[in-house]
């Protein structure tokens, strides 16, 4: 697809993945970033051009009405919608871990906003000739890793659906439907989890990203995670032991 002129919604585009792929793709593009944190978005954008931002708390329903209803009237469209904000904790459910509202947390971010966001954004994307939704999913999105337990299911069921509504947007709409399965990334959202030592560079994240969008490549797996793909359908338990040696 078209990569150029579009005005695109990057959620927790304050850092991290999300910040490099504005960084990517804003020469050439109105990037809108979105977070909790104004001051972190707007440390964020003062050294990018054509991005702006816009505070907001996605698992919000009066947040995101409110950014829907901004960027409808300042911007008049929309092009490319990126859920790219996530929740995660590390914890195993061995332990005595509350793990009931961590899921609940997780899910909040990880799955009912992007859904929520979808559906209150797609009217303005079917208005577009090309337009584009990209759901960060990851690469325990296959194969589960038991120190990220519940964050591991969030991110399954978001695969699923990302499917789901890109059989359906495909029937009838120009709205494509883009899935990022990043690997362990070297991000602070990570960090718990070694991202610091063992991820990699949240840039290689965003370059894929923008040849996948390019070359309309659906399903973008990013380093490891096409090799994990790979191996979970040959055979899921020895893909299972990587993740969980």
Do not use: C, W
């Amino acid at each position: 697809m078209n990569i150029t002129n579009n005005t695109i919604l990057i959620t927790g585009g304050g850092s991290g993945i999300g910040l490099e792929i504005a960084k990517a793709l804003s020469p050439d593009n109105t990037v809108i970033i979105t977070g909790r944190n104004k001051e972190k978005l707007d440390t964020a954008a003062k050294n990018l051009d054509n991005v702006v931002t816009i505070q907001a708390d996605i698992t919000n329903e009066s947040d995101v009405d409110r950014l829907v209803e901004e960027i409808k009237y300042t911007f008049g469209s929309l092009h490319i919608l990126i859920n790219n904000a996530g929740h995660a904790y590390a914890y195993t459910l061995s332990e005595n871990s509350d793990s009931y509202n961590k899921a609940v947390a997780e899910f909040a971010t990880n799955y009912f906003a992007p859904v929520r966001l979808i559906e209150k954004f797609l009217p303005l994307l079917k208005q577009q000739t090309e337009a584009a939704i990209v759901n960060v999913s990851s690469i325990v999105a296959f194969v589960p890793a038991s120190n990220i337990p519940t964050y591991s299911d969030s991110k399954a069921a978001l695969h699923s659906y990302t499917q789901l509504l890109r059989y359906e947007l495909a029937k009838n709409t120009d709205v494509k439907v883009f899935e990022l399965m990043p690997p362990l990334v070297n991000t602070d959202l990570s960090e718990e989890i070694g991202g610091k030592e063992n991820g990699i560079p949240a840039s290689d994240v965003a370059n894929d990203l923008v040849k996948g969008l390019q070359e309309d490549i659906y399903e973008i797996r990013v380093g490891n995670t096409e090799v994990i793909y790979s191996n979970f359908f040959a055979n899921s338990e020895a893909s299972f032991s990587v993740l969980n040696p």
